[in-house]
């Protein structure tokens, strides 16, 4: 398989750009051989699915993530389809929020070659699960997506996340709620989420 088509896997379950801006991180790791690489392979995907242990695998200096079942009650285990990701960032937090942003998992895919392997999950802003407002309890609106991969080409291991379509959440009914959610989100766009999802690939990846 050549350079191009093992780069093609999992292509498609990334969002296109359409409006917004985009982020992209990435980090690699080599090994000496194909086997020692999918053996690797299988570790960094486990770190991916854990969500709970995100932190202790990179050691993220601005969030902490908690994984929660379609029920919202905390989930010790790997991510699923339909779980939901609670984030915590420094500071208050917005009425709508309730303290933490909410993403759900809407998609993990896996697609293999002879050559190479893709795992991907894909997260999107949501409401908060327990709540009745039906609000996006995101500083983004929900046509925003996070996508994070885990690829190995031959003896090459990657970890990318990728944000598409990334808008500032002002639809919500509280003033004060869609101004910090405008701040924060001009924030993220002009590049201080990268250095944490940097961090998070480059800890997923590493040896």
């Not at 991916?48 to 929660?68: G, I």
């Not at 420094?90 to 697609?111: C, D, S």
């Not at 709540?131 to 996006?136: G, V």
Request: charge should be neutral; aromatic fraction near 8%.
């Amino acid at each position: 398989m050549s350079n191009k088509e093992s780069n093609s896997l999992g292509g498609a379950h990334i969002p296109e750009q359409k409006v917004g801006s985009e982020i992209n991180a990435s980090s690699t790791a080599t090994s000496a051989t194909t086997k020692e690489a999918i053996s690797h392979y299988d570790v960094v995907k486990k770190r991916l699915l854990d969500v709970n242990n995100w932190f202790e695998f990179a050691n993220l200096p601005v969030s902490s993530f908690k994984l929660f079942d379609h029920s919202c009650r905390v989930a010790e285990r790997s991510a699923i389809e339909g779980d939901y990701i609670r984030i915590d960032i420094p500071g208050p937090g917005t009425k709508t929020v309730q303290g933490y942003y909410w993403v759900v998992v809407e998609a993990i895919l896996e697609e293999s070659s002879n050559y190479a392997s893709v795992l991907t999950m894909r997260v999107r802003p949501s409401a908060h699960p327990l709540s009745d407002d039906q609000h996006t309890a995101h500083f983004l609106t929900d046509l925003a997506s996070s996508t994070f991969q885990i690829k190995r080409s031959e003896a090459i291991v990657i970890a990318e996340q990728h944000g598409r379509n990334e808008i500032p959440n002002r639809d919500t009914p509280h003033t004060f709620d869609n101004l910090g959610n405008t701040v924060v989100g001009w924030s993220s766009k002009i590049g201080f989420s990268y250095p944490q999802w940097k961090g998070l690939v480059k800890g997923l990846v590493k040896p």
